[in-house]
């Protein structure tokens, strides 16, 4: 008896001195990934937006709202990505600790320079923001750098295990240095590449990779027939490789490669959910492997 009462006290003891993880709620699997990465076991990670889906354009559900009731803090893309369903979810949740401007919310995009930042905010321009370009994610040392800045924050919030929060947050910079002097040297020469939308702008100014066109005539509208025609005279007997996302449709994509003989890759540009640094560098090297095609 006296055994068993010894036992549970040194458990509760034991479950006493652990300390709780963060509760981080990340808007897409890639700002998931690079919670883990930084947070590494001091954090448990939930994300709200399917990597399979555009975040541009999700619904506000009530899942959403459970998970962040309890967050400590949301890591989300900013520059107006999420700006149809991520400030209503946070407003619904009633968490004062993540409102905008609180220690508890973090934006990737307002740590770094942006592409097109100060665009008019115009909608006959399509779906622009005037924030700059959002898609920080597809360029690397963009997300060295805001891991070192996710790394500070949480480190305010929680300061015994800043110096891990750092330790990670420099490792993973570090791998994307490295791995972008590589890419570079592969992609060098490239004729260049056709998108579909604008999310990948910032992985081909780092590679130095011609964007030859958009199958949107402007950002969030969908191909149309006089565009896609335009595009064909505008890049017959030229080289290049047409790549989007798998939640895009497929028809204009194909009617390109067809009258100019070009490859499509269809791939993604958030990871996997749970993913890790390495899954992340693997999905650019499959950019990269399809900028190689280019001139195939």
Request: glycine share 10%; hydrophobic share 45%; charged share 20%.
């Amino acid at each position: 008896m006296l055994n068993r009462l010894f036992l549970g006290l040194l458990l509760c003891l034991m479950a006493g001195t652990g300390q709780a993880q963060l509760n981080i709620v990340a808007s897409t699997s890639n700002m998931g990934m690079l919670s883990e990465t930084v947070g590494g076991e001091h954090v448990r990670v939930r994300v709200l937006a399917p990597p399979d889906r555009d975040a541009h354009y999700l619904e506000v559900r009530p899942n959403m709202m459970v998970a962040l009731r309890d967050a400590d803090l949301v890591v989300a893309v900013g520059a107006e990505l999420e700006v149809g369903w991520l400030p209503l979810a946070i407003d619904r949740s009633h968490n004062r600790a993540i409102q905008p401007g609180r220690a508890g919310y973090f934006e990737a995009a307002a740590q770094v320079d942006r592409l097109d930042e100060g665009a008019p905010a115009d909608r006959a321009l399509g779906d622009v923001h005037p924030g700059g370009n959002p898609h920080v994610y597809m360029d690397p040392l963009r997300m060295g750098e805001i891991a070192r800045v996710l790394a500070e924050r949480l480190a305010e919030l929680d300061p015994a295990n800043g110096d891990a929060y750092r330790r990670n947050a420099r490792g993973f910079a570090e791998q994307a240095a490295s791995h972008v002097v590589r890419w570079q040297e592969r992609a060098a020469g490239s004729p260049g590449v056709v998108l579909f939308h604008e999310d990948a702008n910032y992985l081909m100014e780092l590679l130095e990779v011609p964007v030859l066109g958009y199958l949107e005539p402007v950002p969030g509208v969908p191909p149309t027939a006089s565009h896609l025609r335009d595009l064909v005279r505008d890049l017959e007997n030229r080289q290049g490789v047409i790549i989007y996302s798998g939640y895009h449709s497929s028809r204009g994509p194909d009617f390109l490669a067809e009258n100019l003989g070009w490859n499509t890759v269809v791939l993604p540009t958030n990871v996997d959910l749970g993913s890790s640094a390495e899954d992340y560098f693997q999905l650019l090297e499959r950019w990269v492997q399809a900028i190689e095609q280019a001139g195939d």
